[in-house]
């Protein structure tokens, strides 16, 4: 068989882009000559642990992403590397290796569950019988529970940090749940009632048939006492799905129950911590939740004391038990409804922003409010502004005012006889720029339900005092007074990174951007001027790189914009045009991290870019 030799890279990147070499056959102090590798399976590259998996000739290997070392191909599967440990398959087996490929659990399981990565016991299937029973294992192979079980969940916690397991045996065509210990310790016997986790909370839920209505379930919680013993709560109709305002987030430990159409609140001992005497409850948010009784709304603590009083309308939507998304506190605040009216309220009730708005705009956690000191509020189907103590600071006016970045947002007027005007407002309500012929709007689009995928408008916004707006079709960047820095001559050229659109090209910490004009692509600096004299077909970017693709040529480029590699047709090269490695133009691929790929005569290399100060 022809030897097909290859190169095999790593390439440390310093100011100057030197060169360095991994050890292998024919060393040179330059670089050196590896084989070629079939594949890399781009599926499971996460920079897992620095290992790189690929494929050749079918079998799964690893390459060390650190020195460059190649893992013999033997395994006919190969999965991430965490804690110096993967989990592999040769045949109908599964074991684990380190990264010298040495055996930790020898090959004879059926399957290893992935929590072998993180815990000292894991659960594991041999086949018996012609049969999958489940059973554990230690790190090293040692057999924990016998192999006897139809599944065996992985480990989760409880409120002690204690791991237990849900194990699932069949008897006479039906399945019984138990739950075990890590030390296989029975702590519930097995039962016909199914046993799940609770989320990714503490505890566990039991499922009962509900005798009165067919098809549906009556609930249980279950936890375990330090010593080891079950604790279980009543039956309800329902408990909850946990959510980070329900358990864990704020330190309350409750979860929210329903019965007889009243809800409440237990703890982790399966104890009532709140009555159930409420219509509707939402989660606890920083300590507080609203709750429904008698027709309205009002705030109570983790004991269940009222510490806002019931007079709000939150009833938005025909919910059984919630409220709508606003009625709980972020950062110390909280949206209320009253009358038909908005306004927030801080945790002791007191009223921050008055109630007298049709609308108020609640970025995300108030982070508005919090960091910019401002709120849009809107009357009438127009907005201002207003302060964090109430006060307006610029009149209802605007049909839109958008999210601020760095102190400054998009306003959108109607002027008669004009229509449809922007301009640009600062967080002191100072208009800096208006009646701007110009829109910072497009469109991207996002699957909706049925509809398929349908254009929603979206926003740009300033960064690093610029944003990219459009003008008689083309796009140009302004700066906070309105004045174009870069003229509009551009067909594309966003200042966004929202991952919905179709790319966000935004300058970067270096000052750089992609731009397309006229079907090709380049890099603009946001003082306007052009990187590079070609122009490309495309334009790939990443946190460190921009990769360059045109017809039969390639460039590499750091986000400085400083060339690393240049490729054309078929032969790569280096910063002093010295010939690299022959490839398959526009081959290049980033696949994770620093690490890229590239075909040669249908056979896949890898190039790693270590950085050094």
């Known amino acids: 068989m022809k030897k097909i030799l290859s190169i095999a890279l790593i390439f440390i990147l310093s100011f100057s882009f030197h060169l360095y070499a991994i050890a292998a056959d024919n060393y040179s102090p330059e670089y050196s000559i590896c084989p070629l590798i079939e594949q890399i399976d781009n599926s499971l590259i996460r920079s897992s642990d620095g290992m790189i998996a690929y494929l050749q000739n079918g079998k799964y290997g690893y390459i060390n992403e650190t020195n460059g070392e190649i893992l013999p191909a033997q395994y006919d599967r190969a999965y991430d590397f965490k804690n110096g440990l993967a989990l592999v398959r040769q045949g109908e087996y599964m074991g684990a290796i380190d990264k010298a490929s040495n055996v930790l659990i020898p090959f004879e399981y059926n399957c290893i569950s992935s929590s072998i990565l993180v815990d ?333 995928w349908v254009k929603f408008p979206h926003y740009t916004y300033f960064n690093n005092g610029l944003s990219a707006v459009q003008a008689d079709g083309k796009w140009g960047y302004i700066n906070t007074s309105g004045e174009f820095v870069i003229e509009p001559w551009l067909d594309t050229a966003l200042t966004d990174t929202t991952p919905f659109t179709n790319g966000g090209y935004d300058f970067n910490k270096f000052g750089y951007a992609k731009v397309f004009y006229n079907g090709g692509w380049n890099i603009i600096h946001r003082y306007g001027y052009l990187t590079l004299n070609e122009w490309w077909d495309k334009i790939i970017e990443n946190d460190d790189y921009f990769i360059c693709q045109g017809e039969n040529r390639d460039k590499i480029i750091s986000s400085s914009c400083e060339s690393v590699f240049y490729g054309e047709n078929g032969e790569l090269y280096n910063e002093d045009s010295e010939l690299i490695l022959k490839y398959e133009p526009n081959s290049i691929v980033h696949i994770g991290g620093n690490i890229f790929s590239y075909r040669h005569e249908g056979i896949t290399g890898v190039l790693i870019v270590n950085k050094t100060n």
């Open 120 to 452: 000292e016991t894991i659960p594991a299937s041999k086949i018996i019988d012609g049969v999958e029973k489940w059973g554990k294992i230690d790190i090293s192979g040692n057999v924990i529970t016998p192999f006897q079980y139809n599944s065996y969940d992985e480990c989760c916690s409880d409120k002690n940090g204690i791991g237990m397991n849900i194990i699932v045996q069949e008897k006479n065509s039906e399945k019984q749940y138990s739950l075990v210990d890590t030390n296989g310790n029975t702590i519930v016997p097995f039962g016909s009632n199914e046993i799940t986790k609770n989320q990714d909370r503490e505890g566990f839920i039991i499922k009962y048939p509900n005798p009165d209505i067919r098809l549906s379930y009556l609930y249980q919680f279950c936890n375990i006492d330090e010593n080891g013993k079950a604790l279980f709560s009543d039956i309800y109709d329902y408990i909850y799905p946990n959510n980070d305002g329900a358990l864990g987030s704020d330190g309350n430990n409750l979860m929210l129950v329903r019965k007889d159409d009243k809800l409440g609140y237990i703890d982790l001992y399966g104890k009532v911590a709140v009555p159930l005497i409420y219509d509707k409850a939402e989660f606890f948010s920083e300590g507080l939740s609203a709750v429904k009784k008698d027709g309205k709304w009002g705030f109570i603590n983790t004991y269940g004391e009222t510490v806002i009083n019931f007079e709000y309308d939150f009833d938005l939507y025909n919910n059984s038990y919630y409220c709508s998304w606003y009625a709980c506190f972020q950062n110390g605040l909280s949206l209320v409804r009253k009358d038909e009216k908005f306004g927030i309220i801080n945790k002791s009730g007191d009223i921050v922003i008055p109630i007298e708005y049709d609308e108020i705009k609640n970025d995300y956690n108030f982070k508005c409010l919090i960091e910019n000191n401002v709120i849009p509020v809107n009357v009438g189907g127009l907005w201002g502004l207003t302060d964090i103590n109430g006060t307006l600071i610029t009149e209802c006016l605007f049909s839109e005012i958008q999210d601020f970045h760095e102190g400054y947002a998009f306003i959108k007027e109607d002027v008669p006889g004009i229509g449809e005007r922007y301009g640009i407002i600062n967080t002191s309500g100072e208009i800096t720029a208006r009646y701007l012929n110009i829109t910072p709007e497009y469109y991207y689009s996002a699957f909706h339900g049925q509809k398929g």
